[in-house]
């Protein structure tokens, strides 16, 4: 498909009648996807990336010692679990933030930003459009990184239960971390080149909120820090969920919900507002369109 036919959809009401929200996040998804597949080295390198990380960590479980995990509350699965859902859900959320500003960065790039948004197309759907097909893509890897990790001996628990579980915390996962990449949009339509959110949250998460060891081994102000971001609640309550068997009925995985959900509920605003500053300002100045 190509742009014309994303702008016709986005356009509405002039060629076809009103077009709803679900059509243009369709459209979206189906023009990431065809220029997604366009370039198939990209793709691999990015499948390289991900599998490439999961066999180092597979490695280094064969010299960490289980006693820490259990301490941390994981009594089950050894190392090789615990790091890959941690290397998996990782790099599936920060594809997330860094993912939505790289969109509006393309979108400046190829000048189809002020076309979009000139349309009767409201700035939280043309948000979600663009992050859409990420999360899809995303998912794939996702399953694809566990697929591996239980190849290479992982085990993870099973059950209806556990899977409804990891279920709601992968989509309060991905709902906490939207409000990441929407303020990191806004502040990238704003300075065109640099995201200092997205660095920012690349650079932390991996430090404080348990990606590759507990928590506990931090110091206890590093913990603190750690605990501001939904990544550590995100990942506790997943292993806890396929390293345990606990359910969300568990009141270790019902209060990860708790924080994700109270992380959503006075992020997003506060995010939208973000993205509202920048594209006025940009609007503003004229520079919506410029890279």
Known sequence: MGMEVLIDNLRGGETRGRVG???KLRAFVRRDRKIWWTYKMWVTLDLLETFTFVITYALVARIVSPERLVQAGYTMGGYLAFSVIGVAFQQYVFSSVLGLSEAIR???WFGTMETILSSPT?????LFGEATFRFLI???FLGGALGLGVLLGA???TSVGIFLSVLILALLMIFSHVTIGIASAGVIMKIKQGNPVAWAFSWLTQLVSGVFYPLGVLPAYLQWVGRAFP????LDGVRRCLMNGETLLEPAVAENVFWL???IVVALPVSLFIFRLGYNSSRRDGSLGQY
């Open 261 to 263: 959900v109270l992380f």
């Open 138 to 140: 995303g998912t794939i």
């Open 155 to 157: 085990e993870f628990q």
């Open 106 to 108: 393309d979108e400046q």
């Open 231 to 234: 990544l550590t609640y995100s």
């Open 21 to 23: 929200v679900l059509s």
């Open 122 to 126: 409201s700035f939280r759907t043309f």
